[in-house]
C-alpha cells in the first residue's frame, strides 16, 4: 500500500557532494517523522538525520555542518544533501517514514526504503 523509494545514490569522490531522495507513494493520509539511516557493512544502522513534520531537524553528530535534511510535504519526499563527503561516509542509505494511511486519527506505521549505495572513494 504505502512504498518509499530512494534515488540519488552512487560513487563520488572524498569532497564531492551527493542528494538523495526518497519519494512515498499510495495510500497516505499524512506524514510524521521522516528520518535517513545509513549502514555500513559489518556495521549496525545508524540514524543520520531526521525531520519532523513541523521541520525540527536532528543530525548524528558527525555530519552536522556536513548534510542537510529536508521535506516537501506536497511530494511527500524527504531530501538528504550530503556535501563534504568523506570516506567514512558510504554506507547503504535508507529512508524511514512514519505514515498515517487514511485518517488523522489512525495509527502511523512504519515504512523503510530499499536503500541507496553511496561510495566516498578516490
Known amino acids: 500500500q504505502v512504498q518509499l523509494v530512494e534515488s540519488g545514490g552512487g560513487l563520488v569522490q572524498p569532497g564531492g557532494s551527493l542528494r538523495l531522495s526518497c519519494k512515498a507513494s499510495?495510500?497516505?493520509?499524512?506524514?510524521?517523522?521522516m528520518n535517513w539511516y545509513r549502514q555500513a557493512p559489518g556495521k549496525e544502522r545508524e540514524l543520520v538525520a531526521g525531520?519532523?513534520?513541523?521541520?525540527?531537524?536532528n543530525y548524528k553528530e558527525s555530519v552536522k555542518g556536513r548534510f542537510t535534511i529536508s521535506r516537501e510535504n506536497a511530494k511527500n519526499t524527504v531530501y538528504l544533501q550530503m556535501n563534504s563527503l568523506k570516506p567514512e561516509d558510504t554506507a547503504v542509505y535508507y529512508c524511514?517514514?512514519?505514515?498515517?494511511?487514511?485518517?488523522?486519527?489512525?495509527?502511523?506505521?512504519?515504512?523503510w526504503g530499499q536503500g541507496t549505495q553511496v561510495t566516498v572513494s578516490s
Open positions: 524511514y517514514a512514519e505514515i498515517q494511511s487514511s485518517s488523522a486519527f489512525s495509527s502511523p506505521l512504519r515504512y
Open positions: 525531520i519532523t513534520s513541523g521541520g525540527t531537524t
Open positions: 499510495g495510500s497516505i493520509f499524512g506524514i510524521r517523522t
